[in-house]
């Protein structure tokens, strides 16, 4: 009886083989969208700042020692400029901001016109871009989101943000030196494909902890994992607490359908209803469901007087009802995420139905929306905006450098992918990890499986092939 061993060296080289294998068939798949991902959420970080310097002419006014007009009549002078329906109503943020007035006209187009609230003189307007603040805006974060493909375009991303901590886990294990005379802490060679192999390794390094915080923080949204995750919170009381709504009734339809942005953990909860007495009297705010002023709905600066008294923080959004059974829903996400505040109103009671700001959400609730308030450049300021600018100006380095590595080193007519191990004992730790990834990103786990088929296939190809 014989035995067969496999020398350190050769376990270690096989076993450094497969794991580069992987790095790069994983950096050819993912690559191309960490360059769109890294340029769309490099700009989208200073969304308000190129908002102010694209639309300053339309957000900013020069402020007046007189009391701004009442919010309904801010919104009649801005349905008399622009007919339709009323939407949602921001109030000014700051002394020298202007508000928006979001109408839906006949078409079906949603506007925002922009109304100075000193003088109520209308501003202009632009296409509702949502909380992006503007149309630009608006397409960068779709492009980020790849919310031009749809069902399809998230479950891209999602898989994508997976093979990102795949890719820097198996980037560090690569980087490790093991004697090697390359560059560790800083690059060491000054031309060739070795210099870009000092950059690409160099800067991985650096960018590694980054990288791993963008790809988690971005996953909560995702359509499989953010589900899985949601449902867990949930479950454990860790998300928002069981009951929370208490004894009011609630409707069909999603908060997440109903406002431009919600909490994660509200994104999927009902939205609450305003109930008309049986005998259709009117409420403490003394109008009927029916009652709109110039298509103004009656209760509008009852509102906005009640969340103001209630404390919340400037530069909200007020939703207005939707149907005879619609709430008002004010709602703001400012930088500092521990004022985060959703606020919902009976429209004809002005009771306040729902009250929820950061402090009641569960410890995973919390959790999401402040690393969600982060991967945004906002919880810090310009130092959140320059650090994650730096990361994402690092992240197209890599890209660059890969390609440029991969370029240099692959025989003409060849796509140069590393050479498989002979000895497939070793790197069945490879596969063991590759396991536990997939079952903590299931549709990297899927896509693993795929990669394994066409690998076998491939290996099997090889094997049969004459000579």
């Known amino acids: 009886m014989s035995t067969t061993t496999t020398a350190p060296g050769a376990s270690v080289s096989a076993l450094y083989r497969a794991v580069w294998r992987w790095h790069f068939y994983a950096g050819l ?29 339309l957000r900013q006014v020069e402020p007046a020692a007189t009391v701004p007009l ?121 031309r060739g494909r070795p210099l870009w192999r000092d950059l690409h390794a160099v800067t991985g390094v650096y960018t590694a902890g980054f990288i791993l915080f963008l790809a988690m923080t971005g996953l909560p949204w995702s359509g499989v994992w953010g589900k899985r995750f949601y449902d867990l919170s949930y479950a454990v009381g860790l998300g928002m607490p069981d009951g929370y709504w208490g004894d009011y009734p609630t409707s069909t339809v999603p908060t997440g359908e109903a406002l431009d942005r919600a909490p994660w953990i509200l994104e999927h909860q009902p939205m609450p209803v305003s109930v008309l007495s049986a005998d259709g009297a009117h409420g403490a705010h003394g109008e009927a469901a029916a009652d709109v002023a ?24 007020l939703a207005m009802p939707g149907g005879a059974e619609g709430v008002f829903t004010a709602s703001v ?24 700001g950061f402090a009641d959400l569960g410890a995973l609730g919390r959790a999401a929306e402040w690393g969600v308030s982060v991967h945004m450049g906002q919880e810090f300021g310009l130092v959140n905006q320059i650090l994650l600018l730096l990361a994402c100006v690092a992240i197209m380095l890599m890209a660059v450098s890969a390609v440029v590595m991969w370029w240099k080193r692959r025989p003409a007519g060849s796509l140069g992918a590393p050479v498989p191990p002979m000895d497939w004992r070793v790197p069945r730790a490879v596969l063991a990890i590759a396991i536990a990834a997939g079952l903590f990103f299931p549709l990297v786990g899927l896509s693993l499986l795929v990669a394994l088929a066409i690998e076998l296939t491939l290996s099997l190809v090889a094997r049969r092939a004459p000579g």
Not at 30 to 56: C, H, Q, S, W
Not at 180 to 186: A, C, E, I, P, S
Not at 294 to 313: F, Q, S
Not at 333 to 356: A, C, K, N, W
């Open 29 to 57: 798949i993912v690559l191309p969208f960490m360059i769109l991902l890294a340029v769309t959420g490099a700009l989208y970080l200073f969304k308000d700042e190129i908002n102010d310097r694209l639309y300053g002419g």
């Open 333 to 356: 996400y400012p930088d500092d995420i521990s004022q985060e505040r959703v606020i919902h109103l009976d429209r004809y009671t002005g009771d306040v139905l729902f009250d929820m």
């Open 70 to 190: 009442a919010p309904s009549d801010i919104a009649m002078r801005a349905l008399a400029a622009h007919p339709g329906t009323l939407k949602a109503y921001h109030p000014p943020a700051a002394s020298d901001r202007s508000a928006e007035v979001k109408i839906v006209g006949a078409d079906g187009v949603r506007n925002v016109v922009y109304v100075d609230p000193y003088s109520g003189a209308v501003l202009g307007s632009t296409w509702d871009g949502g909380f992006t603040g503007s149309p630009l805006m608006w397409t960068i974060r779709k492009l980020h989101s790849l919310d031009y493909v749809g069902w399809w375009g998230n479950r891209i991303i999602e898989c994508v943000a997976g093979w990102a901590v795949l890719l820097t886990v198996t980037g560090i294990y690569l980087w490790w030196p093991r004697g090697r005379k390359v560059g560790v802490l800083r690059p060491r060679r000054t």
């Open 294 to 317: 110039n298509g103004v709905p009656a209760g509008l600066d009852a509102a906005v007087g009640t969340v103001e008294a209630m404390g919340i923080h400037p530069g909200y959004a």
